[in-house]
């Protein structure tokens, strides 16, 4: 045994094949089984898979026996060895072996059981230590990673757009203060009002809800940008697709239309899904699994047609379905749902869609992801650029099934005039946004974007079906526990 082989750890995903078998190795991990007296199945994070410990009980401090149970951290020093049971390649034949802490039987919330996600959720502190929750986690990563990669190799910039702002981007009026005032004495003015001009920033401010506008702005120069930031959200809605924080990716390309918004989304998904396929194999395929198990519970009618894998790969592998809002409209109309009334919400030209019309779109009429364009602009954000009808804008929302919107985007607005225009139908005070139209007065330039959610994205990839279990720690009405 030599100090430098056993000062360092050994991640447990290097060592699962034999390519280091004979050598004396120092691992760490938590005890997830101790069956036999002998056999310890230990993960650490950096695999789904255990590596198997052999103890051997009589050389063995049974002070140190007494403590292996699920959830201890314990550390090991051993040889690895080519594994004599069916279930492994390797395992580790432990010489040394030290509980760094232990974890009360009695009191670990997590055994080796199946917990529910509700349960899972509760605990959320630690979560991390399951199976599902790994695979999640891990996934995320490598998401955010591909992400970055598309954006990079496409010669994008990130630009690190403000987390506290002044403006609405998106106009629904659903943000969070931010203030320094002690809002049980707020300064007043002299007519009684709360004197913002005295708050911190000297004027109103908010968390985001979107780093467009700002975007739009580096764009304006750097021709393309992209944001990956987290964004804030009041809005009520206890859905299983709604976070109060979630994270957003926001490209934002000058020189294009909404044809090259497209494209750009549609590759980027099709990137991202495809990395994930390739390097996330082995949490995909248990995520496979488990999705599989889960909706044994379920009716036939509510299972998916084909397993996770073969979902995402379908749609790395076809073209997106376009539709316009107005097209998508008269399907639904003619939908055998519509006609039976089975819709909760209204469908209307002018209206906009719900989740139950964009579930019926992708999942029953196209079954793949769906991209809908030229919606009524009264629906629409005030950037979004006019089209020459004069009712739609030039918006596109991506719709993938079991999701619903997974991307949002448009053409911006870059004709000054019409942007003011829309400023006063909107009740926007053009010196609320007085640097945003200066891009339209100096050098203005046909552009456009998009916001992926990155939460919806993990959601898609992993097959979790809520929100919440794919951020480590969420954050939605009346829950900012953790
Ligand atoms: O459609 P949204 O509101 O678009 C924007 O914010 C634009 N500024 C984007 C742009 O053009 N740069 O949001 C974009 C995406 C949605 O498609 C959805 O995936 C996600 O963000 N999203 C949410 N994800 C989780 N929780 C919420 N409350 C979300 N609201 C939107
Ligand atoms: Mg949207």
Redesign the pocket.
């Known amino acids: 045994m030599t100090d430098s082989q056993t000062s360092k750890r050994t991640r447990i995903s290097l060592l699962l094949n034999d390519s280091m078998v004979g050598q004396t190795l120092r691992v760490c991990g938590w005890v997830r089984t101790f069956r036999n007296d002998r056999f310890l199945a230990v993960n650490d994070g950096s695999t789904l898979q255990n590596l198997q410990l052999v103890v051997d009980k009589e050389s063995t401090d049974a002070e140190v026996l007494k403590q292996l149970h699920t959830g201890a951290a314990i550390e090991a020093v051993g040889e690895l060895v080519e594994s004599q049971g069916g279930g492994q390649a390797t395992e580790l034949k432990v010489s040394t072996l030290t509980v760094l802490g232990g974890a009360d039987p009695e009191e670990f919330p997590i055994q080796m059981k199946r917990h529910s996600l509700d349960f899972l959720r509760e605990k959320a502190h630690l979560r991390f230590r399951t199976n599902t929750f790994g695979a999640v986690f891990r996934v995320r990563h490598a998401l955010q990673y591909a992400v970055h990669t598309f954006f990079h190799e496409r010669g994008f910039y990130q630009l690190h757009t403000p987390i506290i702002t002044g403006s609405d981007?998106?106009g629904?009026g659903e943000m969070f203060r931010v203030t320094t005032m002690d809002l049980d004495n707020p300064p007043r003015t002299e007519d009684g009002a709360v004197d913002v001009s005295q708050d911190f920033f000297g004027k109103e401010s908010n968390l985001t809800?979107?780093?467009?506008l700002e975007?739009e702005l580096g764009a304006m120069a750097l021709g393309q940008v992209y944001t990956f930031g987290p964004?804030f959200?009041a809005?009520n809605?206890n859905t299983s697709?709604?976070?109060?924080e979630?994270w957003?990716i926001?490209?934002?390309i000058a020189f294009a239309d909404l044809k090259d918004d497209m494209a750009l989304a549609e590759d980027c998904l099709k990137y991202v899904l495809g990395y994930a396929l390739e390097h996330c194999a082995e949490d995909l395929a248990f995520l496979e699994k488990r999705e599989l198990d889960a909706e044994k519970q379920l009716p036939q009618a509510d299972r998916h047609d084909h397993p996770l894998r073969a979902r995402l790969q379908a749609v790395v592998d076809a073209p997106f379905t376009h539709l316009t809002y107005t097209e998508a409209i008269d399907l639904l109309r003619n939908s055998k749902p519509y006609k039976k009334k089975k819709f909760k919400f209204p469908v209307e030209w002018g209206v906009d869609l719900q989740s139950e019309h964009e579930r019926w779109l992708v999942e029953k009429h196209v079954g793949g992801p769906v991209i809908v364009t030229d919606y009524p602009a009264g629906i629409k954000?005030f950037y979004m650029r006019a089209n020459d009808d004069g009712k739609t804008v030039a918006a596109m929302?991506?719709l993938v099934p079991g999701?619903g919107?997974?991307?949002?985007?448009?053409q911006r607005e870059e004709r000054l005039d019409v942007l003011k225009q829309k400023c006063a139908d909107f009740n926007i005070p053009e010196d609320h946004v007085w640097w945003y139209l200066e891009t339209r007065k100096f050098g203005s330039a046909p552009h456009c974007?998009?916001?992926?959610?990155?939460?919806?994205?993990v959601m898609y990839v992993t097959g979790m079906t809520n929100?919440r279990d794919v951020i480590p720690f969420p954050r939605t009405p009346l829950s900012a526990e953790f």
């Open positions: 981007a998106e629904a809800v979107s780093g467009q975007a964004t959200r809005e809605s697709r709604h976070l109060a979630f957003m926001e490209p934002e954000a929302d991506v999701i919107e997974i991307i949002g985007g448009s974007g998009f916001g992926m959610g990155f939460e919806r994205l929100i």
